[in-house]
């Protein structure tokens, strides 16, 4: 079984995953070389730096709960998710998993991470939700409608056709017979419409 060391050693060449570990005084005890590249934004290595340089002000907490997780836990990952300085004003979104560094008496000497860039992953994300927030303000809008013309328009059309039934049993002459028969025609055209666009909206 590959131990600690190699692992660790197979991590610190990654292009993909950064590694680093953070002491107890909250500095970067190690860093690996795509970590530096990524985030040392003055061209300087991060060891020996505050790890708070590189992170979200709003994360800083989320740092301290997991590590507490990690030292009251040893030997267990738990994951974080944190923004990072991009360099221009933004944050790049990471994922993590740390775990608790113990020393001989088993003490805490700090926390052990690594992690990846999850910024694109995060975005998709945004975009389905908005997309399924717009989804379901259509929906609402179309169940507003199914509701105003089953109930706003179906009463006043009814209104119509009854008002066509009284002219149909009353005696007309031929041209306002005509104009009858038309009109009971486009209301009965009508309510087959709106009980189409009904069926759709429901």
Not at 89 to 106: P, R, S, V
Not at 143 to 161: V, Y
Not at 173 to 188: H, P, R, V, Y
């Amino acid at each position: 079984m590959i131990n600690f060391k190699e692992t660790h050693n197979l991590f610190h060449k990654s292009s993909f995953f950064y590694t680093i570990a953070i002491d107890m005084d909250s500095r970067y005890s190690y860093v690996s070389p795509n970590y530096d590249r990524n985030f040392d934004l003055q061209n300087e290595s991060l060891l020996g730096k505050s790890f708070s340089i590189t992170l979200h002000p709003d994360d800083l907490s989320v740092c301290a709960e997991v590590a507490a997780k990690c030292f009251a836990t040893p030997g267990t990952l738990f994951p974080a998710t944190l923004r990072k300085h991009n360099g221009r004003g933004g944050y790049i979104y990471t994922q993590w998993e740390l775990h608790a560094i113990m020393d001989e008496d088993n003490n805490p000497k700090g926390v052990f991470c690594i992690g990846y860039n999850i910024t694109e992953h995060v975005a998709v994300q945004n975009q389905l939700q908005d997309a399924d927030n717009e989804i379901a303000s259509k929906k609402d809008k179309l169940h507003e409608i199914g509701l105003l013309q089953s109930h706003g328009i179906r009463r006043p059309l009814a209104n119509i056709m009854g008002l066509a039934g009284i002219l149909d049993t009353m005696t007309l002459d031929s041209n306002l017979n005509n104009i009858k028969d038309m009109l009971i025609d486009s209301a009965e055209q009508l309510d087959e419409v709106i009980k189409e666009i009904t069926k759709l909206t429901d």
